[in-house]
Nanobody, 125 residues
């Protein structure tokens, strides 16, 4: 089973920062649109940010614009999510996901084929 591996989650106070990482030895990032989703307790999993295969375009959900930044290093098969000015409502399990480039942009949960196991982000008030 193809795996993506997230890291970097943790507990942080409101206003703080975290950086999430996603890596894989099986998915060639340069051929895939990459994204971060999150799922808060009792809520559906939703798209947070996405990056086109070559990194020249990014999507952000309105609630994180200006605070989060998605980036990628295709040579290292690595995807990052820099999260600044964190708020308690950012608390969720964050998932890395991948879908072949060329599909709908930024796509929905159903269009992403490969997923990580998730990393917990908890923001205390």
């Amino acid at each position: 089973q193809v795996q993506l591996a997230e890291s970097g989650g943790g507990l942080v106070q409101a206003g703080g920062s975290l950086r999430l990482s996603c890596a894989s030895s099986e998915v060639t990032f340069s051929r895939h649109t990459m994204a971060w989703f999150r799922q808060a307790p009792g809520k559906e999993r939703t798209l947070v940010a996405a990056s086109r295969w070559n990194g020249d375009s990014a999507y952000y959900v309105d609630s994180v614009k200006g605070r989060f930044a998605i980036s990628r290093d295709n040579a290292k098969n690595t995807l990052l999510l820099q999260m600044n000015s964190l708020k308690p409502e950012d608390t969720a399990v964050y998932y890395c996901a991948a879908t072949l480039a060329g599909g709908s942009w930024p796509g929905s949960q159903a269009t992403y084929r490969y997923w990580g196991q998730g990393t917990q982000v908890t923001v205390s008030s």
